[in-house]
Structures are given as structure tokens and as C-alpha cells.
């Protein structure tokens, strides 16, 4: 009892009591640092995610776009120092006759190659897209040529059209219409290398068109069928504009793919390749790009080819956002 009294008030503490606990001591400045701590984690953490996107791109696009930028306006050659010519490389461009033939080589091989192509891709979607017997094989085979590596396929399609032993003269002669010079002719050229690019691209747009077909919701295709619609018009009153953004995204992508076209006409021509044949009847952008910079060494001239390549990109992706607002605002006058 005289143990409690004394502890009680204010004595030396009973040796029986426990010993009391210190409270944990929590300093502001600490909880202050964990605070600042926490809120630059929260700020800056998604920044520091993406940062090694941004690092790969401007040590790998960015700067090499703004150094080709800065070579157009010089005279480069291999080995030798950069002098400053302004808008020289540019106008040499439009007074060339060999720009303007890779120009116009590179939009027949496009129009000739995307068009049937993107059809082609429409048409195998479609079918694809019913309840077809092995319909899953068949949707990974249209992939197989995607895979295929483009060396591999131009070398088999330039045997295919040799002028002298190929498959597809020796079907023609058979067929009494004669042999086609493949190689040297214009049109029979490119129609060629635009069946290289038909081949291997057609499959890969056609997943791209199939995707977008199951996303179309059933209830329109009831819908029309209770109205009497047949497959066709089911096909063309439904599917086409349901999918049309997807259409349209197909035809931007296959656009620039045929504005950068590089490797087919390259090894189609085989020794000639660079040039785009004996009279350049195949050279495209890219060709002459390639000429310029690492043939004849005009490091000045490819480098403003590239940047005319860029700005014909810049105005189709323009032309696209031109008509995307104009169909949205079409879409909500008729709403």
C-alpha cells in the first residue's frame, strides 16, 4: 500500500509496476520530407515511364529529322565539309526530270498496288467472316506472306516474271498471247512489283478489315435481313459503312507504305535495282533517295528528297483530318 501511495505521488515507481512505454517520437520535419517525397512520386513517376520512349525517339528520330532537315540546305558529299546553299537542293528537285519520274513512278506503283489490294483484303474479310469450315487455319494462313521476308518473296516473283523462263510468260505463251518484257517495259514493271506488294500485304489488311467486321453489332444484320436485304446488300448497306473509318486508316497506311516503297523495286531489278531499271521506269522516291546519298554521294539532295517525302505524308495525313471533320460535320447536320 505504501508502494502505490509513493508511486501515486510522485515517488520512485513500485518495482512491481511495468515499466511504461515512450510514445514514438514523429518529427515534422520527417513527415514533411515523406510528404514532398510522395507528391513528386505521384508527379513525376508517369513521366519517368514513358521517358525511355521519348530518349529512343529523339536520339533515333528526332535528331535525325532535324540533322536531314539542316543537310537539305547544304551541299554535303561524302568526306567533305557541309556548304551552306539554302533552298538550292530544292529547287534543283523541281527542275529535275528524274525527281519528277520517281514522283510519278511512285504514285502509278501506289495506286496500282493499294487499290486492288484493300479490295482484295475487303472481299477476303468478308468471306473470313462467315462460318466457314476451317476458318481459323485460313486466318492464319492469309498472314503467311506478311511473314514472308520481302527479299525472299521479290527474289521468287522476279523468277516468276523473267522475261525468258518465267512461269507466268511461259502460261502466257501457252495461252497464245505472246511473252511480256517484265523488266524492261514500264507498266509490265511495275504491275509486277505491285503484285509483290498485292501479295504480301493483301492477308494483313484483311485481319485489319476482319476485326473491324465482328465489332459490327448483329442487330443490324437481323435487321436488315427481316427487310429483305440480301448478302450483298448486307454487305454494301452495313459492313462497308460500318468499317469505313477502318477502310479509311487502311488507305492512309497503305498510302505512305507505297510513298516509302524501297525494297521491291530495289531487288526486283536486281543490278539495276537502284536505278529502277535501265531507263528508270521503276525508280521510286526512295530509290532515287538511296542514289542520291549513297551512289553519286549527294548527301545535300537525298537529304531534301526526304524532306519532300515528308511534307507529301504531312499533306495526306492533312487531307485525312480534312475529311474526317468534314464527315463529322456532315454527320451532325443530317443528325
Known sequence: MATSVSARDGGPPSPDAPPSRPRPARSEDAARRRGRLHRWDVKAAPYLFVSPFFLTFAAFGLFPLLYTGWLSLNRVELGGDPQWKGLENYTDLATSEFFWNALLNTFTI??????????????????????LRGRGFFRVAVLAP?????????????QLFNTDYGL???????????PVDWESS??????????IVIWRWTGYNALIYLA?????????YEAAALDGATRWRQFVSVTIPSIRPTILFTIVVSTIGSTQLF????????????????GNQYQTLSLLM???GWVTGALGQASAIAWVMLLLLLLLGAGRVLVAR????RTKLEG
Open 110 to 131: 501506289g495506286v496500282i498496288s493499294t487499290v486492288p489490294q484493300l479490295m482484295m483484303a475487303l472481299g477476303l474479310a468478308q468471306l473470313l467472316n462467315t462460318k
Open 146 to 158: 506478311y511473314a514472308t521476308s520481302i527479299a525472299a518473296a521479290t527474289l521468287v516473283f522476279a
Open 168 to 178: 507466268i510468260n511461259s502460261a502466257l505463251g501457252w495461252a497464245g498471247l505472246g
Open 186 to 195: 514500264k507498266w509490265p514493271a511495275q504491275i509486277a512489283i505491285s503484285v
Open 212 to 220: 473491324a467486321m465482328q465489332a459490327v453489332p448483329h442487330d443490324l
Open 263 to 278: 525494297g521491291e523495286p530495289m531487288l526486283y531489278g536486281g543490278s539495276l535495282g537502284i536505278s529502277g531499271g535501265s
Open 290 to 292: 538511296y542514289e542520291k
Open 326 to 329: 468534314a464527315r463529322a460535320r
